[in-house]
């Protein structure tokens, strides 16, 4: 099968800094991507996405960077929160629907 | 509070038995994902219906089944179930069934523990 991998499972970063969450995929036949962010006890919620097409989209402090000549995808958070601490999953569509998740990033804010 | 509901919160039986988990997708959302979420395993895809129809599937056993009903809430069907069923399952809906800029919206999730 695919495989969407995270290069660290755990991060801990200082409130009010910068976080940046890794993702490798396999899929280079993926067309869409997908960050998601899952709280304790709670399903994933989506935060971000981007297509083939770009390379980079930014939302309200995230950025997502997509690079496909190395099958990279990063999640930048800009002054990290408390309330960001959460597990962080990539996600790849491929075009025939198919959704692959990577194993997640559990990101600690340290107050 | 993503619109999406999960029935049951909860679910504990027996190896061998059959469960059914239903899912309430976002209002005028047509299409509904049903995923697995384990510990060594991640978060699954299992299966993609829109609008009644199956339009992908991921890697869902043939124990499994899903059904999409006409007013298109979903249920997902576990059978002959073993420990290793024992996850949280999550439903999420969207608009479309189109691939690409398809945001979902995940449900709360059904726990479910085979013992």
């Known amino acids: 099968g695919e495989s969407v991998g995270l290069h660290l499972p755990t991060l801990s970063v200082q409130e009010g800094d910068n976080s940046i969450i890794n993702c490798a995929y396999s899929n280079s036949a993926s067309d869409y991507f997908i960050w998601y962010k899952q709280e304790s006890g709670k399903g994933p919620q989506f935060i971000i996405d981007?297509?083939?097409?770009?390379d980079k989209r930014q939302g309200q402090r995230v950025t997502v960077l997509l690079n496909k000549t190395v099958k990279h995808l990063s999640l930048q958070i800009a002054a990290t929160q408390p309330g960001d601490s959460a597990v962080y999953f990539c996600a790849e569509q491929d075009s025939g629907n198919q959704f692959y998740f990577g194993t997640g990033t559990s990101l600690t804010v340290i107050p | 509070d993503s619109g999406v509901t999960q029935t049951p919160k909860h679910l504990i039986t027996a190896t061998g038995q059959r469960v059914t988990l239903r899912c309430s997708p976002r209002s005028g959302d047509l299409s509904v994902y049903w995923y697995q979420q384990s510990l060594d395993q991640g978060l699954q895809f299992l299966i993609q219906?829109?609008?009644?129809?199956?339009?992908a599937k991921g890697n869902i056993l043939e124990r499994f089944s899903a059904q999409q009903f006409p007013d298109l809430h979903s249920e997902l069907n576990l059978s002959s179930l073993e420990l290793g069923d024992s996850a949280l399952y999550f439903c999420?809906?969207?608009?479309?069934?189109?691939?690409?800029?398809?945001?979902?919206?995940f449900g709360p999730g059904t726990r479910l523990t085979v013992t």
């Open positions: 981007i297509r083939s097409n770009m």
């Open positions: 999420a809906s969207s608009p479309w069934g189109l691939a690409g800029n398809n945001e979902q919206y």
């Open positions: 219906y829109y609008n009644g129809e199956e339009r």
